[in-house]
């Protein structure tokens, strides 16, 4: 029975809350709440938070709290990460974020959505595809990626977009929906100028 539930997950096709039961023991809703009240400079700490409630988590992320998270062991993270407050991780299946991302305040990252038609949204009935967020993706403060979305390397997001459908690599991409803006070229590295050396 539960092998059929996780075929129907796994495809994207709806499952509802009663035959999604047997997977809260991988919710880590206990440990997100004591990260969220963990004193600032009890960075030890909050990095075995980290380790305990996400699937995986690179080296030097920083995950400014309060964060939420539907599981939290369905997230990956990679190296040299940075998320700002209030990011939210709605992660029923997997969400993949790669390394030297940043995502600021007020984001979600949503792998589920629900069925149109109020007569199917019984029993919290829904369906979940995957979040896939490439290397060096920059995405702005309230954003929304929705189910499935893969964000392309290097792409920024701009703040307040809505992500529907996949985002290339390299572009800036804006709005709701989030269409693609224009690329981004050499000509950005002189709109402002790093420290020396670090190019």
């Known amino acids: 029975m539960t092998d059929s539930i996780l075929a129907r997950i796994n495809q994207g096709l709806l499952y509802t809350e009663t035959d999604a039961a047997f997977l809260a023991h ?10 969220n009240h963990t004193a600032p400079g009890l960075a030890d700490r909050r990095r075995e938070l ?45 969400i993949r974020i790669g ?13 589920t959505g629900h ?3 109020p007569q199917l949204r019984f029993d919290f009935n829904r369906f979940s595809e995957p979040v896939i967020i490439e290397d060096k993706v ?5 954003a929304v990626v929705l189910p ?6 290097g792409s ?13 690599p390299m572009v800036i991409a804006v ?11 050499e000509a950005d590295l002189a709109q402002r100028q790093p420290p020396a050396g670090q190019l």
């Open 175 to 185: 709005g709701s929906p989030c269409r693609v803006l224009r690329p981004i070229t």
């Open 50 to 94: 980290l380790e305990a409630i996400f699937g995986s988590i690179g080296q030097r992320a920083v995950l400014n709290p309060p964060f939420h998270a539907g599981y939290g062991s369905n997230t990956h993270i990679g190296d040299d990460f940075y998320g700002n407050a209030n990011i939210c991780f709605i992660d029923d299946v997997e």
């Open 26 to 35: 991988d919710r880590r809703s206990d440990l997100i709440f004591e990260y």
């Open 99 to 111: 390394h030297g991302v940043m995502i600021a305040s007020n984001t979600t990252l949503t792998t």
């Open 148 to 153: 499935g979305v893969r964000i392309g390397f």
């Open 156 to 168: 920024v997001i701009g703040a307040g977009s809505v992500v529907t459908r996949d985002v290339p």
């Open 115 to 117: 069925p149109v038609h």
């Open 138 to 142: 920059w995405i702005g403060a309230n």
